[in-house]
């Protein structure tokens, strides 16, 4: 529709998107459903036989659909336990004021660190210099990009490279990038189609290590960090945030970017780099690093008010820890227990 100047030039593009409900209504009738919603349902049966046809039997050759289940249903009825009477308010108070926070601002951070100005790529190589078509082609090339950055986002995290270190320096790498894209806007006129050129290389780029890095990864750490008591709400409170500091982004991006405006141009990069580096300093001291932890270990990591540099390094053992005059103990065979001991006896150890 790029040479079009009527009507259809927008109304055919929404249209085609009429089409994809069919393959995904099909899609969605021969999924199997998920064996915890199942659970939750008390269809004891029925989840037994979705998570069989979700595992793949040959790689795992201990697999035990009974215990699977049964872990399931005590799960379930422990979160219905722990998360009776939680409010919104309880994430505000205590240690989960902190997970609300951090949760919050690494949702925000992925417009903090720049994401509306790639997504006004078109349009700024545009105003960059560079042609219709031109513009359009970089910006589809972003797009696949992001795709790529999304399959390489998975690798790396599965090769035990840390969510946090990820975050840390794919904002590293991001921060650079667009204090380039700034500098390219001092270029002289002469060069302006070199630099436009240059300009959109560089967002292409900045697409690909933000999806192999902070596009991807928030959605591990926000999930990871918030407490089981109250994630839904946690997760909830940090959507908002993101999508609070989306509309001010909206807002002020165009006027960044537009002619008869502020028209900054390429200059728009050193404002969002200054803001990249905020989120740099923010992520170094505040942000922890959750890989390889149960939730078990982060409830008491973030108890004990562990600085987030040392989350990775801190040992901690969540079974000898004492509740209530209470010791528990794991036994491989009969599971978890729980011993009380007296004032005397816990002296005394």
Request: glycine share 8%.
């Amino acid at each position: 529709m790029l040479d079009r100047d009527d009507h259809w030039a927008y109304r055919i593009p929404f249209a085609l998107q009429w089409m994809w409900p069919v393959p995904l209504f099909i899609g969605i009738y021969f999924a199997p459903e998920s064996p915890w919603w199942l659970v939750r349902k008390g269809r004891i049966a029925d989840a037994k036989k979705s998570l069989l046809r979700l595992t793949s039997l040959d790689r795992e050759t201990n697999f035990d659909a009974d215990e699977t289940i049964s872990m399931m249903v005590h799960t379930t009825n422990l979160e219905k336990k722990i998360t009776s009477g939680a409010s919104y308010l309880d994430c505000f108070k205590g240690i989960d004021l902190r997970r609300t926070e951090i949760v919050c601002m690494t949702w925000a951070m992925q417009n903090l660190s720049g994401n509306s100005f790639s997504n006004y790529s078109t349009y700024f190589l545009q105003q960059a210099g560079l042609n219709e078509r031109s513009s359009y082609s970089f910006a589809m090339g972003q797009y696949a990009i992001n795709m790529v950055g999304v399959f390489g986002a998975w690798f790396l995290m599965t090769v035990g490279i840390g969510r946090r270190t990820l975050y840390l320096y794919g904002l590293c790498g991001l921060c650079v990038m667009l204090f380039i894209m700034g500098f390219l806007g001092l270029t002289p006129a002469s060069s302006r189609d070199s630099s436009a050129i240059a300009t959109g290389s560089m967002m292409i780029l900045w697409a690909l290590v933000y999806q192999l890095t902070v596009g991807t990864v928030c959605y591990s750490l926000v999930a990871e960090l918030s407490t089981r008591r109250l994630q839904i709400k946690t997760v909830v409170l940090g959507r908002n945030a993101y999508n609070i500091v989306g509309i001010v982004n909206s807002v002020l991006t165009p006027y960044m970017l537009n002619p008869g405006a502020w028209n900054w141009g390429n200059f728009a990069g050193f404002f969002w780099a200054g803001i990249c580096f905020c989120c740099i300093a923010y992520t170094y001291f505040r942000l922890p690093e959750p890989r390889g932890r149960t939730f078990a270990e982060l409830d008491l990591l973030f108890e004990r008010g562990i600085s987030a540099r040392k989350f990775a390094s801190t040992q901690v053992d969540v079974f000898s820890e004492s509740l209530n005059g209470s010791t528990v103990s794991v036994d491989r065979e009969h599971g978890p227990s729980t011993t009380t001991t007296t004032q005397s006896e816990r002296t005394k150890n």
